[in-house]
């Protein structure tokens, strides 16, 4: 590594002195931080003890809980450590860990959307052939490789990242963002980083999930507006869930990557921090609660594992 030895850390400068309310901040992060790590697994217990779930569409489901919890994990213990430092400092080693997680997070939030997008296609273009298509062996192929293809690639754009030497300590941000520690570089345009975080990151990781998407719900549409209406209802009915969270983390996603980009000091500055984390902690809670009310049998499963307790 070429690291420059004078800097062992970085600032996280958006903390500020925030006095006495550092506790209470401390205590609505902590409370929200729980609620994802229980209502995620809530979710995953019901889908892996009840049979009848035990279907593609579940298993993307779970992969989708899984994941939310690893992102919320990837960000909050240390936002919540941040607020209660007098400092903000976070090392080299942890904000590397901090950048490597979060964009694995996002890319396989986006890479889980795109099949589940694939799944519903199948589920209501070509029911008759729904069970051949989608087997429960080729879901759980799918979600290894999209778990395994998305830390091999982060792992190999971070591995650009770490070789840089560091002129500058600051970020002005929440937690580490590749971004914003390739401009603190000594060589701040290393072409060959920059490359590597569009073409690789954003391109294959979020453009082409996004496209397919839109692709399969194209065709989604048009086959609707020739159907039945109980088709109708059933797109309306199993298509919602998804299309929410989808939107939800998209406009999460953009506001982070304009944020990194631009000014943003005309939004005020609270509304400014939650959208800053919306990706890792409302977007977390969210997903669980529109599928959980959404979806029946999850909606029975929770309430026979309820009234068991």
């Not at 890479?111 to 296609?121: G, S």
């Not at 395994?148 to 690639?153: K, P």
């Not at 570089?185 to 496209?211: E, H, K, Q, R």
């Amino acid at each position: 590594m070429e690291n420059s030895s004078e800097i062992v850390s970085f600032v996280l400068s958006m903390y500020g002195d925030i006095g006495h309310l550092k506790y209470l901040y401390f205590l609505l992060t902590m409370i929200l931080y729980v609620s994802v790590i229980l209502a995620n697994t809530a979710l995953i217990v019901i889908i892996y003890v009840k049979p009848n779930l035990h279907e593609p569409m579940y298993l993307f489901l779970c992969s989708l809980f899984v994941n939310d919890i690893y992102g919320s994990t990837a960000l909050l213990p240390c936002l919540m450590v941040q607020i209660l430092s007098e400092t903000h400092d976070i090392s080299l080693l942890f904000c590397f860990i901090q950048i490597f997680n979060t964009q694995t997070h996002v890319d396989i939030e986006f890479r889980t959307l795109a099949i589940m997008a694939y799944d519903r296609y199948v589920c209501i273009c070509k029911p008759l052939h729904y069970n051949s298509i989608i087997t429960t062996r080729r879901v759980q192929i799918v979600i290894l490789v999209i778990w395994i293809v998305s830390f091999v690639e982060n792992g190999i754009l971070l591995s650009f990242t770490i070789r840089l030497r560091f002129c500058g300590t600051v970020i002005d941000k929440l937690g580490c963002v590749n971004h914003l520690v390739l401009e603190l570089s000594c060589s701040p345009t290393n072409i060959l980083s920059y490359v590597n975080d569009v073409v690789c990151g954003l391109v294959f990781g979020v453009t082409a999930p996004l496209v397919f998407i839109l692709f399969t719900y194209v065709k989604i549409l048009s086959v609707c507006l020739k159907a039945s209406k109980e088709t109708k209802t059933k797109a309306f009915d199993t298509c919602t869930p998804h299309l929410v969270s989808i939107m939800s983390f998209v406009c999460a996603f953009l506001y982070n990557i304009i944020s990194q980009r631009f000014d943003m000091m005309f939004i005020p500055f609270k509304l400014h921090v939650i959208l800053l984390t919306y990706a890792f902690l409302i977007q977390p809670f969210l997903n669980p609660l529109i599928y959980g009310l959404k979806l029946s049998k999850i909606k029975q499963g929770l309430k026979s594992l309820i009234k068991s307790v």
